[in-house]
């Protein structure tokens, strides 16, 4: 079964600082893999979608890799500001099924 | 790009009564829609994926009689908690699958802003 695991598990940085936020999993036989963004008491965002043959996915300030043989993606960010504080969730999906890790909780401090 | 929407956004209510969540895709049609359940400082676990027109299909471990789903629409799929207990309380969300021509690799789930269940 798929697991995917988030580290780290919170972060808090000052502002303008550049993070990364990394996501592995346990089976590369995924289809694609996406960055979620989740404010508190809120639903998902979508920042990113990288597909499986593809090797990062970039965004504004966000930009997101892929190493499928590896298990392993990173959502690094750019010049971090404090609206970027929330909850980090990446997801693998196999056929129809999304997986997601429990997510990095980010703080960006003024 | 596609809405989903939730309704309600919050609910609370007495332990034993059942309570009804509905979802909604705004502008496309989902045959498939997924109901979601996250736990504080959790992530999001699947509960079961909901078909139109056909019985929904219910992870291992989440009871189908509790948690009733109905895919009645193209547009619409509805979660109602029966009996509901403390320990239902949670966030649910749920998203709908768009296909595209690319296939499965392609389909894209958007997401639900999700619905806050509080049972006293």
């Known amino acids: 079964k798929q697991e995917v695991t988030q580290i780290p598990a919170a972060l808090s940085v000052p502002e303008g600082e550049n993070l990364v936020l990394n996501c592995s999993f346990t089976d590369s036989a995924i289809y694609n893999l996406q960055w979620f963004r989740q404010d508190p008491g809120k639903g998902l965002t979508s920042l990113l979608l990288?597909?499986?043959?593809?090797r990062e996915q970039t965004s504004g300030r966000l930009n997101a890799s892929l190493d499928k043989s590896s298990g392993r993606s990173t959502l690094y960010i750019a010049a971090s500001q404090p609206g970027d504080s929330a909850t980090y969730l990446c997801a693998v999906k196999d056929f129809n099924k999304f997986y997601f890790g429990s997510g990095t909780k980010l703080n960006v401090k003024p | 790009g596609a809405v989903v929407s939730q309704h309600p956004s919050r609910v609370i209510c007495k332990s034993g009564t059942s309570v009804k969540i509905e979802c909604r895709s705004l502008d496309f049609q989902a045959t498939t829609m997924f109901w979601y359940r996250q736990f504080p400082k959790k992530s999001l676990m699947l509960m079961a994926t909901s078909n139109e027109g056909s019985k929904a299909t219910y992870e291992q471990g989440v009871e189908k009689d509790k948690f009733l789903i109905n895919h009645a629409s193209l547009t619409l799929s509805t979660l109602t908690v029966t009996s509901a207990h403390p320990e239902d309380s949670s966030f649910y969300i749920c998203s709908a699958l768009l296909k595209t021509s690319g296939g499965s690799r392609t389909d894209t789930q958007y997401f639900g802003p999700g619905t806050r269940l509080t049972v006293l």
């Open positions: 990288i597909q499986s043959s593809q």
